[in-house]
């Protein structure tokens, strides 16, 4: 799970926790069926064959919507609707971009969960965690959200994502795809999921430096300026995807110009 905005290493803390708490409490549960892959939905529990079911995000992201307002998102090593029966309040899951799901007979399991001590109690603590994952989201929410908050966009291949030479209000980063780095139609290098680009210039209060378009098509995380600088202090592992992903930059600059020297000599 993962929010669109006031990202603390707590939230991230409980947010593992609780996969981890999942992965064991699903060990001798079969799933009903082979897992499925949606390229997109609007409604995943629209369907009647998913209403008896709930499901375990394999690959990609599923937002939460509840009362017309998106919460937060799933993405891999998350269980989805737990909660669509018994008269709670009917969340709705829709993602725009290809995700693969594993389903399980909503019934079946919580049979299964609850048919010794040592199960029950591997689910009872996935469903503390989950509440304080929860409750995660509900403090998240009590401190008003800019709304020029982050949020995500969709590119095809071919498709510009930075284009060079313009200003620098946001910083970028790939969750799903991959994209190619050009200066002056040159491709000097690539951009990889979950790597952080266009920090550079915004950084340094320049205009983009290189242009990045999509190779395939792209599930983008957009942050502006603001958002980004409260990332940095309250997200420490954005720093280090920063960092790492500069210093790949340089090397790759490095070894061009030496390749270029030693072509000339």
């Given at each position: 799970?993962?929010?669109?905005?006031?990202?603390?290493?707590?939230?991230?803390?409980?947010?593992?926790?609780?996969?981890?708490?999942?992965?064991?409490?699903?060990?001798?549960?079969?799933?009903?069926?082979?897992?499925?892959?949606?390229?997109?939905?609007?409604?995943?529990?629209?369907?009647?064959?998913?209403?008896?079911?709930?499901?375990?995000?394999?690959?990609?992201?599923?937002?939460?919507?509840?009362?017309?307002?998106?919460?937060?998102?799933?993405?891999?090593?998350?269980?989805?609707?737990?909660?669509?029966?018994g008269g709670m309040?009917?969340?709705?899951?829709?993602?725009?971009?290809?995700?693969?799901?594993?389903?399980?007979?909503?019934?079946?399991?919580?049979?299964?969960?609850?048919?010794?001590?040592?199960?029950?109690?591997?689910?009872?603590?996935?469903?503390?965690?989950?509440?304080?994952?929860?409750?995660?989201?509900?403090?998240?929410?009590?401190?008003?959200?800019?709304?020029?908050?982050?949020?995500?966009?969709?590119?095809?291949?071919?498709?510009?994502?930075?284009?060079?030479?313009?200003?620098?209000?946001?910083?970028?980063?790939?969750?799903?795809?991959?994209?190619?780095?050009?200066?002056?139609?040159?491709?000097?290098?690539?951009?990889?999921?979950?790597?952080?680009?266009?920090?550079?210039?915004?950084?340094?209060?320049?205009?983009?430096?290189?242009?990045?378009?999509?190779?395939?098509?792209?599930?983008?995380?957009?942050?502006?300026?603001?958002?980004?600088?409260?990332?940095?202090?309250?997200?420490?592992?954005?720093?280090?995807?920063?960092?790492?992903?500069?210093?790949?930059?340089?090397?790759?600059?490095?070894?061009?110009?030496?390749?270029?020297?030693?072509?000339a000599s």
């Amino acid at each position: 799970m993962f929010l669109e905005s006031n990202f603390t290493e707590q939230f991230e803390k409980t947010d593992n926790y609780c996969k981890d708490l999942l992965s064991k409490a699903l060990v001798d549960i079969p799933p009903s069926s082979k897992a499925v892959s949606y390229a997109s939905f609007e409604d995943l529990y629209e369907a009647e064959e998913n209403q008896g079911l709930v499901f375990l995000l394999e690959e990609g992201t599923v937002a939460h919507q509840q009362e017309n307002k998106t919460l937060f998102h799933y993405d891999a090593g998350d269980l989805i609707g737990m909660s669509q029966w018994g008269g709670m309040p009917i969340a709705k899951y829709y993602t725009e971009s290809p995700v693969t799901l594993v389903p399980y007979n909503r019934e079946a399991l919580w049979q299964k969960a609850m048919s010794d001590a040592k199960k029950a109690r591997q689910w009872g603590d996935y469903l503390l965690a989950e509440c304080a994952r929860h409750s995660s989201v509900i403090a998240s929410l009590d401190t008003p959200v800019d709304k020029t908050s982050l949020g995500f966009q969709t590119y095809s291949p071919g498709e510009t994502i930075i284009e060079e030479g313009t200003a620098s209000d946001t910083v970028f980063s790939i969750v799903e795809g991959h994209a190619n780095v050009f200066v002056q139609n040159i491709k000097v290098g690539e951009v990889l999921e979950d790597e952080i680009f266009g920090a550079m210039s915004l950084l340094t209060n320049s205009p983009r430096t290189a242009s990045v378009i999509a190779d395939q098509r792209c599930l983008v995380m957009v942050v502006p300026r603001s958002q980004f600088e409260m990332m940095i202090k309250t997200h420490p592992r954005i720093c280090i995807s920063l960092m790492e992903n500069m210093a790949r930059q340089i090397v790759s600059l490095n070894e061009q110009i030496t390749a270029v020297h030693s072509q000339a000599s």
